[in-house]
């Protein structure tokens, strides 16, 4: 069994934020030894950033940085001093990859361009996350998922009614961060096997743009098909819409909760779903007695089934549906997501130890090896494993102690 397939491959990762070093999060859990080189004075920019209630950090324990940084080990280096760099160096020199999200003008000041640590280990497989990618004039400029990934994809356009008085945001902070770094995980491993079979080394890129573009790939393959912008939603659209399926959409309770039906096979599903809402009458009925008439009357259809799930509590049918054939799920809320029965019973939360000791929950990456729940451990403190690291590079401790003094680590 090998439930951390990354066992023994060593990372360096020169990055900030949540795009990219996400990446490293994952490989973490899958089992590499990721080292996050962080500033030697300020840390990760990300460390002074706090999101989400005051409640959600606390102590040493602030989501922001746990998510991204899961597993890996900390080192505090300057890197625009020659004692700093020498230490990047005689890291870089014994990784199987390096991973940076640093913008263009940066890399090349830092000397952190492949050409740069490729001079160092010729084998390193080098990776960059960007906002845009490295062409075309918007190669030197920085993103965040918001702008980049939510809004520039036509994702927040194709989300936002018309008539609604401000852009539908994203349904939380990281979100496009989250989806790109697993991205970047992937093309690393691919990268790690393409070298393992033909002993080359690959240059791997993704952008928050590319990764937004891909997420939109459908619709964006249906309007290059038509030549024509699709409609984005109205908020007098009926939400349980499909022209021809009275089965798809969703379909509000009397508690003002949502229930989504999604039973792309109509004709299959029908006379189970009426069975489940009271409305076996209607299985003979000859506007629904075939599946080809149940598609022609959807409307007349989609009616009955909204005003029986209007009739009774988002709690009853939750429970009532359970026993229901056909696709279906609640639309829930986090606080219940946390607890969803198919979430715990498959370890996709999972418990960890915090700096201070105590016990939080993380949500795992999202890959399973040989049905393994992935086993982790919470982000680094800033620089918390400079000394551990240089001992095993061989330095010493008075060199150490010098190092610290001449201000190229913390």
Known sequence: MVDRPMSGVKIVEVAQYT?????GGVLAEWGADVIKVEHAET????????????????GSYHPIMEHPNRGKRSIGLALDTPGGYQVLTDLVRQADVFVTNFLPATRRRLKLEVEDIRRINSQVIYVRGSGYGQRGPDAEQGGYDQPTFWCRSAAAWSVTPPDSPRPIAMPGGAYGD????????????????????????SVVDVSLLSVGTWAMGLPLALTMLSGEIPPPPTLDTPANSSVSNPIVGNFCTSDGRWINFNMLQPGRYWSDVCAHLGLEHLVDD??????????????????????????????F????LQTMKGQWAPLQNPLELIDDRAVVANGYIVPIVDADGNERRLVANPVQFDEAVPATRRAPLFAEHTDEILRELGRGDEEILDLKIAGACT
Not at 46 to 53: D, H, S, W
């Open 19 to 23: 795009f990219t070093p996400a990446a």
């Open 43 to 58: 840390g990760d920019a990300q460390r002074g950033i706090r999101v989400g209630p005051v409640s959600a950090s606390v």
């Open 178 to 201: 989250s989806l790109g770094g697993m991205t970047i995980a992937g093309g690393i491993a691919g990268a790690l096997y393409a070298r393992a079979m033909t002993g080359a080394p």
């Open 286 to 315: 000859d506007r629904f007695s075939t599946a080809e008439a149940l598609m022609a009357n959807a409307a007349e259809a989609s009616a009955e089934v909204a005003a029986v799930i209007e009739g009774k509590p988002f709690a």
């Open 317 to 320: 049918w939750l429970e009532h």
